[in-house]
C-alpha cells in the first residue's frame, strides 16, 4: 500500500525571488566555543566545541559553504551529544550552496544553525544530519534554565547549558530565510510531485524547520518523510520549542507580528504521516484544511495544490 504522502504546491510563480550569488564563503570559528576548524580548499571539518551534558555549542565568525564543498560537524571527540548548537556572529549572510554533515556520533545528532543576518540555501544545498534540523535567524536560543546562547551581543562570554532549549528570541525586524532551487518534477504517472535535483530533506520522523522574518522559497523541495516541516515568519517575540518524539513543537503565542512566507517556481513540501504547520502572514484559510496560518495575507495562484495521497 502506498503510504500517505501530504504535500503543498504552488505551480508558476508569486515569488521572483533572488538568484543565488556565490559569495567568498568560508566556516570560521570565532574563538569563543573551543571551536575547531580544519579546512582544504572549500572543505571544511568542525572538531572539538564546548560539551554541556548532551549539548555541544560552535561559534563562528561566518559560516557559509561553497558550491560543491561541505561542512562536516566531526564528532569523533565528542561522541555522545544528542544536539549541536551553532551561532554565527561575523555579521555576515550564511550562504549555504553545498553540504551540512553531522559523523562519528553514537547518537542521532541534532543540528541548530542561528544567524542572525540571514540564511541563504542554494539549489545544490544538501542536509545529512542524523536528526532534526532548525535554520534560524533568531538573536538568541533560550533555555528552559533561564540561560541564553546569544548570537549578538557577544562581548559577553556565552553562558551555555545542558538544559534542553525552550525557544527562539526573534528580534523586532528578523532576517530573511531564503531557499532556491530547480522545483519539484513529477512521478512516471505525472500525478505526483516528487524531489527533483534539489532538496533539503531530514531523516525520516524529524523535523525540518526554518524560522526566520520572512521566508522566501523559490523552486523549494523540503522533504521530512513521517516527520514535520516547520515554516515560521515571525518578529519581535520568542517562539517556543518543546521537544518531541519527531523533534521539536513550535508555539507563536508570544510573537509580536507575522512575516510573509512565499512560495513559488515548483516548491514542494513532501511529508508522510505528518501534518505541515505554515505560519503566515494571513488569517486562516479553508484552502489550507491540513494547515494553521496566521496573520493578513496568502496569495494562491497559479493552481495551487494542497492534498494527501
Known amino acids: ?24 564563503a568560508q566556516v570560521t570559528s570565532d ?46 571527540n565528542t561522541p555522545n551529544i544528542t544536539t549541536i548548537f551553532s551561532r554565527v556572529t561575523g555579521g555576515n549572510v550564511s550562504n549555504i550552496d553545498g553540504l551540512i554533515q553531522t559523523l562519528n556520533s553514537k547518537n542521532a545528532v541534532s543540528l541548530f544553525l542561528m544567524n542572525p543576518n540571514g540564511i541563504i540555501f542554494g539549489s545544490n544545498a544538501k542536509l545529512d544530519i542524523s536528526g532534526s534540523f532548525v535554520g534560524t535567524t533568531s538573536n538568541s536560543i533560550k533555555f528552559s534554565d533561564g540561560t541564553e546562547f546569544k548570537a549578538v551581543d557577544t562581548t559577553i562570554p556565552p553562558l551555555l547549558t545542558m538544559s534542553v532549549p525552550v525557544g527562539l528570541q526573534m528580534g523586532s525586524n528578523a532576517s530573511v ?42 523552486g523549494a523541495v523540503l522533504t521530512a518523510k ?12 520568542t517562539v517556543s520549542l518543546t521537544p518531541d518524539a519527531r523533534g521539536y513543537t513550535f ?41 494553521q496560518g496566521y ?13 494527501i495521497e
Open 1 to 24: 500500500m502506498k503510504a500517505p504522502s501530504v504535500y503543498l504546491t504552488l505551480l508558476g510563480g508569486i515569488l521572483a525571488g533572488g538568484m543565488f550569488l556565490p559569495a567568498m
Open 31 to 76: 574563538g569563543t566555543t573551543n571551536t575547531t576548524v580544519n579546512s582544504i580548499g572549500n572543505n571544511f571539518t568542525i572538531l572539538n566545541g564546548l560539551i554541556k551534558g548532551s549539548n555541544l555549542f560552535h561559534s563562528f565568525s561566518n559560516f557559509s559553504v561553497p558550491t560543491g564543498g561541505f561542512a562536516k560537524f566531526d564528532l569523533s
Open 177 to 218: 530565510i531564503k531557499v532556491q532551487g530547480t522545483g519539484y518534477i513529477t512521478n512516471q504517472s505525472g500525478s505526483t510531485p516528487i524531489a527533483g535535483t534539489s532538496e533539503l530533506k531530514v531523516q525520516p520522523g524529524k523535523t525540518l524547520a526554518l524560522v526566520g522574518g520572512n521566508l522566501q522559497l523559490n
Open 226 to 237: 513521517q516527520g514535520h516541516v516547520e515554516l515560521g515568519g515571525v518578529n519581535g517575540g
Open 251 to 291: 508555539g507563536y503565542e508570544q510573537m509580536q507580528s507575522f512575516g510573509d512566507i512565499q512560495l513559488a517556481q515548483k516548491s514542494l513540501l513532501d511529508i508522510s504521516l505528518s501534518i505541515t504547520r505554515i505560519f503566515l502572514n494571513i488569517a486562516q484559510s479553508p484552502t489550507f484544511r491540513a494547515f
Open 295 to 307: 496573520g493578513r495575507e496568502l496569495g494562491l495562484t497559479n493552481k495551487a495544490r494542497c492534498g
